[in-house]
């Protein structure tokens, strides 16, 4: 009977594990890739140019790679009004996707790698849970 108390713990042990483990930054890119398909490309393509005057670029983006919060808290609850981007004015509306923190946080270190953006910094779906919607209200 201890056998298989032990047994079970284990495998409980192992399976929470699996189930709570971090991605490493590769991972996160891999899985913001899929997701930027998904919800992303319709508008700021595939290219991560935009649409200009509709839709701002990703591509070389000052304002992405300038004001992480503010760019991850436009994806986490939407975006409305004017926002300047490599010096072009953009006065849309960004619909909030329905994205959880760890796939905010995916598409992020996705469109932060992508297209000859660069940056060491690795979003974490926990940075993601404290970026306040005040941000973008």
């Known amino acids: 009977m201890k ?3 032990l047994t079970y713990l284990l495998s409980l042990g192992i399976f929470f594990n699996y189930l709570f ?3 490493t930054k590769k991972e996160s ?3 913001g890739s899929e997701i930027y398909q998904d919800f992303c490309v319709q508008c700021h393509l595939s290219t991560g ?3 200009f005057g509709l839709f701002p670029p990703l591509k070389a983006s000052d304002y992405l790679l300038e004001n992480t919060n503010l760019s991850i808290a436009g994806i ?3 975006l409305k009004g004017k926002i300047i ?3 072009e004015e953009y006065d849309g509306l960004m619909i909030r996707q329905g994205l959880d923190n760890e796939e905010v946080a995916d598409v992020m270190n996705y ?3 992508e297209w000859g953006n660069e940056t060491t910094d690795f979003i974490t779906p926990n940075q993601v849970s404290k970026i306040p ?3 973008v209200e």
């Open 111 to 113: 469109i932060l790698n």
């Open 49 to 51: 140019i935009g649409v």
């Open 3 to 5: 056998i298989l108390v």
């Open 29 to 31: 890119i891999k899985a």
């Open 76 to 78: 986490k609850y939407g």
């Open 133 to 135: 919607k005040s941000l």
């Open 85 to 87: 981007v490599n010096n």
């Open 21 to 23: 483990q971090n991605k």
